[in-house]
């Protein structure tokens, strides 16, 4: 069965230092999230990207965090200079092709990062 | 007001029993619903979807939904202790550029006691 894959697993890093997240979608799928769960916390949207653009952001999602799609495959999230309260763990997520975005979404097992 | 509000449990039910898992949503124009279950240090894993009013059956699990008032329910027939984990409802919400995103509520946890 077709999933979402995500690397790395876990990654620990200093604050201040530059991370970079990535996710392989399902090869069908055409609109492409990033997630992120707080230890404890909801599940809360980051970022939705569709046809090379972001179509939707979250006030979470400011200045230090960039998304990119560099090739067919790969969907990064990048944070320039991490926080401590960065710590999370953070889910890619895609969905096919649906009405403005609607369908179900699929997840990857989430990159858990923590920012030391 | 929350855009999806779930009670956060713990729900104890004995092996067997029927759960029953509720949601309610703030935004009436929503127009697909969802329930995820999640382990706890895992990810979401879809269970259900439901779009129409009414009920949805798949296996031991039937989602209901009640779009007058925006109320979204699980119920899980012959509870098993596997079936232990947090129960996530997630509702669609148009945003302004028209394309949707999936809003979670926090989760309620089900606890099934052999």
């Known amino acids: 069965e077709p999933e979402v894959t995500q690397t790395p697993s876990h990654q620990v890093t200093q604050m201040g230092q530059e991370v970079i997240l990535r996710c392989v979608p399902i090869?069908?799928?055409?609109?492409f999230y990033w997630y992120r769960q707080i230890l404890g916390q909801k599940v809360e949207f980051l970022v939705s990207?569709?046809?090379?653009?972001?179509?939707?952001k979250s006030e979470i999602f400011d200045d230090q965090f960039s998304v990119e799609r560099p090739d067919g495959s790969n969907f990064t999230l990048k944070i320039r200079s991490t926080k401590l309260e960065d710590s999370a763990m953070y889910f890619c997520?895609?969905?096919?092709?649906?009405?403005?975005?609607?369908?179900?979404?699929?997840f990857g097992e989430g990159s858990r990062l923590t920012v030391l | 007001q929350k855009e999806v509000e779930q009670n956060s449990g713990p729900l104890s039910v004995p092996e067997g029993a029927i759960a029953s898992l509720n949601c309610t949503y703030s935004?009436?124009?929503?127009?697909?619903f969802f329930w995820y279950r999640q382990y706890s240090g895992k990810s979401p894993e879809l269970i259900m979807s439901?779009?129409?009013?009414g009920d949805k059956e798949d296996g031991r699990f039937t989602a209901q939904l009640n779009k007058a008032s925006q109320y979204v329910s699980l119920l899980i027939r012959d509870s098993q202790p596997s079936d232990s984990a947090t129960y996530l409802c997630?509702?669609?919400?148009?945003?302004?550029?028209?394309?949707?995103?999936?809003?979670f509520g926090t989760g309620t946890r089900l606890l099934v006691s052999p």
């Open positions: 997520a895609s969905r096919l092709l649906g009405t403005r975005g609607t369908g179900e979404l699929f």
């Open positions: 090869s069908n799928h055409l609109y």
């Open positions: 990207f569709y046809n090379n653009e972001i179509s939707e």
């Open positions: 935004d009436r124009v929503s127009q697909s």
């Open positions: 439901i779009y129409s009013n």
């Open positions: 997630a509702v669609n919400k148009r945003v302004n550029t028209g394309f949707q995103k999936l809003v």
